[in-house]
């Protein structure tokens, strides 16, 4: 099976990256940024709506 990635994106310094679902926490659990530290929901530092898809799909599967 192939691996998925989803999109990040930081809403404070605008840094982006990605990251395999399965190593992010849960959309609702609070998540920080690796460059500035801020902190919000997991489900916020997604890119689109498509990357929070497949968060909850690779999270649940």
Request: glycine share 2%; net charge negative.
């Amino acid at each position: 099976m192939n691996e998925a990635f989803v999109q990040l994106l930081c809403p404070d310094c605008e840094k982006d990256w990605e990251a395999t679902p399965t190593d992010l926490p849960a959309a609702d659990a609070e998540f920080s940024c690796p460059d500035c530290g801020t902190e919000r929901r997991t489900a916020e530092f997604m890119r689109t709506d498509r990357d929070l898809e497949v968060l909850k799909e690779m999270q649940t599967a």
